[in-house]
């Protein structure tokens, strides 16, 4: 049974920083693109940042970049995402997803390519607010 257990949510002040973990059991991550996805009040999910299977080539959607930064540990079958500078706007329901290695793209990391993730963890709330 493949099981992603997003932590690291919470509620932090503007300008704060938070690391979000996803540890992985039931397949190797080092054969799998993984995404984080993040859902806001009302809106759809929508991707945020990408990671390939193999090159550690990444992907950030523009209202991350600079931001945020997502790595793996294929030792450990985890991917994280330090999150800097956190505004309100990113305030959210962040998931971890995991899916057969594509070419990360505005395409495949973004709301149109959710159907490319396999695998889906529960969801982390991270809220900004002072």
């Not at 991550?29 to 759809?44: H, I, S």
């Not at 995402?81 to 070419?103: F, I, K």
Request: net charge negative; proline share 4%.
């Amino acid at each position: 049974q493949v099981q992603l257990v997003e932590s690291g949510g919470g509620l932090v002040q503007p300008g704060s920083s938070l690391r979000l973990s996803c540890p992985v059991s039931g397949l190797s991550l080092d054969n799998y693109m993984v995404g984080w996805f993040r859902q806001a009040p009302g809106m759809e999910r929508d991707g945020v940042s990408c990671i390939s299977s193999s090159d550690d080539n990444t992907y950030y959607t523009d209202s991350v970049k600079g931001r945020f930064t997502i790595s793996r540990d294929n030792a450990k079958n985890t991917v994280a995402r330090q999150m800097n500078s956190l505004e309100p706007e990113d305030t959210a329901v962040y998931y971890c997803a995991a899916g057969h290695p594509r070419a990360l793209t505005d395409y495949t990391c973004s709301r149109y390519g959710i159907w490319l993730y396999d695998y889906w963890g529960q969801g982390t709330l991270v809220t900004v607010s002072s």
